[in-house]
Structure formats: structure tokens, C-alpha cells
Nanobody
Framework: QVQLVESGGGLVQPGGSLRLSCAASGSIFSIATMGWYRQAPLKQRELVAAITSGGSTNYADSVKGRFTISRDNAKDTVYLQMNSLKPEDTAVYYC???????????????WGQGTQVTVSS
């Protein structure tokens, strides 16, 4: 069974840093884009950052210059380094990946279970 497992969330003071990790496991043939989304209370889920298998990246304007997404294709893992955190970054962060389970099969959307990030003094 293919799944995404996140780690690294927690409570941090404004201006602090956190690093999120998300590892894909199971029967995986290929992973295309991987990314991070977040959802704050009473708000819609939004894209934070995404990275293709070739390393091209895309960021939400609100995190540019503060967050960095990276991936280790050998480990099927994506990371999100978050610096200069602000209270408005507080949300549940979800890992996402487009994965194919066998040759010739369609890519499907997979989501992690979410990890809470709270920025507060």
C-alpha cells in the first residue's frame, strides 16, 4: 500500500525554523511532482511549495525567500525547510505526491496525514 508519512512539525517561536520531511513508501514505480500544502483553521488548503522530479520548484508568494523545498529521489522523500516563521504560517501541513504504482499505470494523487505547525510566542 502506497503511503506518505510526514514528520517534523511542532511548536516554534516567531522567527524560528522547522524542517518537515515526507517519505513515500510501498509499491512505487515512479514519483512525479511532490509538494507541501497547508490548511489553517477556517481557510482552504493552499499550495506552499512543489518540486518536480527534475528539481524545478514553485512557491507560494507568502513563503518565497523563507521556505525551501527539496527532495531526495533515491529515498523517495521530500523536505520543507521553513525559516523566519511567522504566526500566519500556523497550519496543518500536508505532503502531496503524484505517484505511479506500476509501469503504464496512471499517476494518482496521494496525501499524507498532515502535521501541525504552530508559530507562537
Amino acid at each position: 500500500q502506497v503511503q506518505l508519512v510526514e514528520s517534523g512539525g511542532g511548536l516554534v517561536q516567531p522567527g524560528g525554523s522547522l524542517r518537515l520531511s515526507c517519505a513515500a513508501s510501498g509499491s512505487i514505480f515512479s514519483i512525479a511532482t511532490m509538494g507541501w500544502y497547508r490548511q489553517a483553521p477556517l481557510k482552504q488548503r493552499e499550495l506552499v511549495a512543489a518540486i518536480t522530479s527534475g528539481g524545478s520548484t514553485n512557491y507560494a508568494d507568502s513563503v518565497k525567500g523563507r521556505f525551501t523545498i527539496s527532495r531526495d529521489n533515491a529515498k523517495d522523500t521530500v523536505y520543507l525547510q521553513m525559516n523566519s516563521l511567522k504566526p500566519e504560517d500556523t497550519a496543518v501541513y500536508y505532503c502531496h505526491a503524484d505517484m505511479s504504482e506500476k509501469p503504464g499505470s496512471w499517476y494518482k494523487n496521494f496525501w499524507g496525514q498532515g502535521t501541525q505547525v504552530t508559530v507562537s510566542s
